[in-house]
């Protein structure tokens, strides 16, 4: 598992939305076969980096690589897989219509269907409209689509908000399993109790790096055990710089 | 470009349709009830019926295929979907042909409906090709779709988009020839009237309506038609974007 080789390099990414700097300049790595955890509060400039990372976002300099490509290139399309926060899908079609849709665009094997409803624990609402699931089933019919092609790096903005805490646990042992496997996870969150289940932290604050560490790096760097309190204390150790 | 994605979109947009009877029902009923409407509003004018119920039959799909168009696509945009898509291994010719074939399909059964109604019951005249004018109404429909298609991109909600109802299709339907013979409009309004592709749909659907037989002016009307579906489309794929701000 001590492979250096990193799955995406970002590098002095710039980006714009709406008359704001979003990015200024950052850069970063996120390695493969590990689960990379992208921690900040929320309007930190996590969608925005996660979206320049599977290339629907326009940058206005930097440069992003993702398996050894330029992010967004046409062969990445069938192996990066992207969760957006607003869960994306048909309403007025099933779980298990949507799931089919998509997967046919995929060129995924119908046998993936099932599976990936087994693996959100749909399986009891794979015949309702989407337009009927309530926040979190929807969210994670959204989640299914995603784990469909079986894409060697996954990146899922905010997988897990508003989920159960049972199905939470779930998901992350899924993620540990799919890491395990090769693939290369990429999870954002605003909560910094999922923080635990990551290898390695990229902490934002306001469109810049504030940290890419380990768990326990960071706790040794800060002397704080709560994940929380660590990324006050690096806050205030770099404010005065 | 890929046979399987294309298929799979219009099997899905198909398949949306249906979770939508009412919407169905309207598109399917809606139509004839019109003509029905019509002869007696020109109940003391039969030929007058005559002349524009038969090519009515042809404008029909083009008016709502612009208008189902616009706003499937605007929920395509809104909902994330659009965005997934473009992630996703499918080109925009995938997506734009297989909304084409679902709306043609959905463009043909609307004009065959109301064609049979027509026909059948409320005696328009067949003095010209019937299985011509129910052909030159499935390219309308796919006509509608482009420029629903097209037009989409501009609207940011559903408000806006039947707002462009009465923006792009009223004129051209005013213009076209329909209410008043283009020779008698004032030669600005021919001149601009030329340059609407429902003129053409028009003209085209009077003459498989009356004569059956479309001559070289009606060829010109079917290649610009054609030409004006395909310029649609492809201004429509220019606003498919893979990246965004």
Known sequence: MMRAVSAVDVSELVVWRGGQLVLNGLSCQVRAGRITGLLGPSGCGKTTLMRAIVGVQIVSSGSVAVLSEPAGSRQLRRRVGYLTQEPSLYGDLSVRENLRYFARVLGADEARIGEVIETVSLADHAERLAGRLSGGQLARASLATALLAEPELLVLDEPTVGLDPVLRRDLWAHFRRLAASGVTLLVSSHVMDEAEHCDELLLMREGELVASESPDELRRQTGRHNLEDAFLTLIELRAPR | ?245
Do not use: H, W
């Open chain 2, 1 to 245: 470009m890929s046979v399987r994605i294309t298929l799979a979109t219009a099997i899905r947009v198909l398949t949306q349709l249906r979770r939508d009877p009412r919407t169905v029902a309207l598109l399917l009923a809606v139509p004839p009830v019109l003509l029905t409407l019509l002869k007696y509003v020109f109940q003391q004018q039969p030929r007058a019926f005559q002349t524009v119920g038969a090519p009515l039959v042809g404008l029909f799909p083009f008016t709502t295929m612009f208008l189902v168009t616009s706003i499937t696509m605007l929920r395509e945009r809104s909902t994330g979907t659009l965005e997934r898509l473009m992630t996703m291994p499918l080109a925009k010719l995938d997506l734009l042909l297989g909304y084409g074939l679902a709306f043609a399909a959905v463009g043909s059964i609307q004009a065959l409906i109301t064609a049979g109604v027509g026909f059948a019951l409320l005696g328009l005249g067949v003095a010209g090709s019937t299985p011509l004018v129910i052909a030159l109404a499935v390219g309308n429909a796919v006509l509608g779709m482009a420029l629903g298609l097209f037009t989409s991109a501009f609207a940011r909600t559903e408000f806006q988009a039947i707002q462009f109802f009465p923006a792009v299709v009223l004129p051209q339907l005013l213009l076209c020839g329909l209410f008043v013979p283009r020779a008698r409009m004032a030669p600005l309004l021919q001149g601009v009237s030329d340059a609407l592709p429902l003129t053409y749909a028009f003209d085209g659907l009077q003459r498989a309506a009356v004569r059956g037989a479309l001559g070289a002016r009606g060829e010109l009307d079917i290649a610009v038609i054609a030409g004006a579906t395909l310029l649609a489309m492809s201004l429509g794929a220019a606003t498919l974007r893979r990246r965004s701000r």
